[in-house]
């Protein structure tokens, strides 16, 4: 097993990102068109946060009354910014990490995703799937 590849031969590259100013409704449509359930918050390029499809549960209980998601986005745009609901300073991995630093991070932590970062600027994101995809490759 290739212990020691650079998190870069798996991370995405191409990630979904979302500017620290827009509306929550976006992340909403963001996760129903693409199916992710981690998306960094950036400031340019700039990686200041990240958050999740469970940040996002944890404000619209009214999809559990089964409210028109319409109103659930309009509703969460007028009482909360995306920065209030983000994780601000999430854990990363540099684009020189290992892929074992990314096991282990992952591994001790509730984390299902890490932003990949060069710097502070966004590069890619590392999933759990994507190091068990890496794993299966191995055998």
């Given at each position: 097993?290739?212990?020691?590849?650079?998190?870069?031969?798996?991370?995405?590259?191409?990630?979904?990102?979302?500017?620290?100013?827009?509306?929550?409704?976006?992340?909403?449509?963001?996760?129903?068109?693409h199916g992710v359930h981690h998306i960094p918050?950036?400031?340019?390029?700039?990686?200041?946060g990240i958050i999740t499809w469970s940040d996002i549960l944890r404000v619209?209980?009214?999809?559990?009354?089964?409210?028109?998601?319409?109103?659930?986005?309009?509703?969460?745009?007028?009482?909360?910014?995306?920065?209030?609901?983000?994780?601000?300073?999430?854990?990363?991995?540099q684009e020189t990490s290992t892929v074992r630093e990314a096991a282990e991070i992952l591994a001790r932590s509730d984390f299902h995703s890490l932003p990949v970062v060069n710097g502070n600027k966004l590069v890619g994101m590392v999933t759990t799937t994507d190091l068990i995809r890496y794993l299966l490759e191995q055998f």
């Open positions: 097993m290739k212990r020691n590849d650079p998190i870069s031969h798996l991370m995405t590259r191409h990630v979904i990102s979302v500017h620290h100013g827009d509306p929550i409704s976006k992340v909403r449509a963001l996760v129903r068109e918050v950036v400031d340019g390029d700039q990686l200041v619209s209980f009214g999809d559990a009354f089964g409210t028109d998601e319409r109103e659930v986005d309009a509703t969460l745009d007028h009482t909360l910014t995306l920065e209030q609901v983000m994780k601000r300073n999430p854990v990363t991995l």
